[in-house]
């Protein structure tokens, strides 16, 4: 019985080698989390240190997103042509050593040099880890797997938070950030001996086929015997290019692309908005600074559960009902939560800062889901050769939507009557966030799980 790669990992249980490609991914995401938000834990000690103003550490935290923007776009390219596995590494260990290396800065100028370099790890990090997760398990649990790699990294804010507020003021913010950087670089050591490459990636290359064949034939415990299993390789056969084929911009990726680029760019416009602006927001309506901070963490909270719910409403509706739910009912519900503050005085009113914080938790919810949904269906929608690219692009212009939030932010929230003006834009990007979801044209379909299913010949990377 002929069967493809997909078709062997999808019938067979999951086994020790696709648990330790998610338990490792995972944690260097959860690390890397960390040492994203680094920079803006230590931020008061360095200033003090340095004897600087709050508005000289802008650059120094704006370099990080400019160097994942390229880091995405560099790093899912590499990724499709070197292996994801060695382009994941890579990237851990460019952004640990420059972390350890940030602790010998003597001025912020180094500093911000460090962390842009960081940053370039932090985004080449992102689209492989994605696709290396998503190429090795079955589709049945493939949305959970990369939904529990979006939560390393509010899980690495929350615990490097926690590490941060106790090493600082301890040790200082120079060992915080060797601490910080030397933990991702022992991870990337383990995945250098531990890790494997994606086997779809691996079909690519006609050297490797009998290595995968005895993989395959291993992970489906005998089932399916190496000579039954395809390769996906039919089409090498007929072209040795398959530049045009594969491209990101090419006629058949090109309505996948454009969507990506838009969901991806609204997606992190509204995450960032809501990240950054929501304490400012809420304490120039009156709350109280530290209620203000809170309300930062009933957002991420809301995240999380946004994240989880998109993991387990995605395999039963598939990828089209699950981005309606996560973000046409959040666009919806922040709209009526924006009108609402324009009511303030009159009879039974909600107070305004209660229905940001309120309408700023419905929208992390919906992109969180949304940001775990889109990388899922990456896998998907693109080819083998094209993934690690696609998802990269993709992330790189969201990070042009994370920049243009830190403008549009600060535009918004003087405009008057500032909650509405804010919870009405939000909700307008998250519809804007759902138009570019439905401009993709190769949707993931409901899995439907039969006890008697059997596999199916689909080349592999289709």
Not at 1 to 17: E, R, S, W, Y
Request: aromatic fraction near 8%; charged fraction near 15%; include cysteine.
């Amino acid at each position: 019985m002929k069967a493809t790669i997909q078709d062997v990992l999808d019938n067979a249980p999951l086994g020790t080698t696709q648990l330790r490609v998610v338990a490792l991914v995972t944690l260097a995401l959860i690390l890397e989390g960390f040492d994203i938000q680094l920079a803006a834990f230590a931020a008061p000690a360095i200033r003090e240190e340095w004897g600087l103003a709050v508005s000289a550490m802008g650059p120094m935290l704006a370099a990080v997103m400019v160097g994942m923007a390229i880091g995405g776009a560099v790093g899912g390219s590499l990724g499709d042509r070197i292996g994801r596995r060695p382009t994941l590494i890579l990237a851990v260990v460019i952004f640990s050593v420059t972390t350890c290396l940030a602790s010998l800065a003597s001025n912020l100028w180094q500093l911000t040099a460090l962390r842009f370099i960081a940053g370039i790890g932090f985004g080449a990090a992102y689209p492989n880890a994605a696709v290396l997760v998503g190429e090795w398990t079955p589709l049945r649990v493939r949305a959970k797997a990369i939904a529990l790699l979006t939560l390393g990294l509010p899980i690495g804010g929350l615990i490097g938070s926690a590490i941060s507020a106790y090493l600082i003021p301890a040790l200082g913010w120079r060992m915080t950030f060797l601490a910080a950087g030397i933990l991702p670089l022992v991870i990337a050591v383990v995945m250098y001996f531990s890790l494997p490459e994606s086997l779809a990636f691996m079909a690519r290359d006609d050297r490797r086929h009998t290595l995968v064949r005895q993989i395959v034939a291993r992970i489906s415990k005998g089932s399916v015997s190496e000579a039954d299993i395809v390769m996906g390789n039919e089409e090498s056969a007929q072209t040795t290019d398959h530049s045009e084929r594969d491209s990101i911009l090419a006629a058949r990726n090109r309505r996948v692309t454009a969507g990506f680029w838009l969901a991806f760019f609204c997606n992190f416009t509204v995450a960032y908005l809501v990240m950054n602006w929501l304490p400012m927001l809420l304490t120039m309506l009156g709350t109280e600074q530290a209620e203000a901070i809170r309300g930062s963490f009933y957002m991420n909270l809301a995240g999380i559960v946004g994240l989880v719910l998109a993991a387990l409403i995605y395999p039963r509706l598939g990828s089209r009902r699950t981005f309606g739910l996560m973000l046409l009912v959040p666009s919806a519900a922040v709209l009526i939560a924006g009108l609402s503050t324009l009511g303030e005085g009159a009879a039974g009113p909600i107070p305004a800062p209660l229905m940001v914080l309120a309408g700023a938790c419905l929208a992390y919810w919906g992109v969180s889901g949304a940001t775990a949904s889109l990388w899922s269906l990456s896998v998907h929608a693109y080819s083998v050769r094209a993934r690690a690219t696609g998802l990269g692009w993709a992330n790189s212009v969201g990070r042009l939507g994370g920049l243009a939030s830190t403008l549009i932010g600060g535009w918004l929230i003087f405009l008057e009557p500032s909650p509405f003006v804010f919870l009405a834009f939000v909700a307008a990007i998250l519809f804007v966030e759902m138009i570019g979801t439905l401009i993709i044209d190769r949707h993931a379909p409901p899995i439907i799980v039969k006890s008697d299913r059997k596999p199916k010949t689909v080349a592999v990377g289709d």
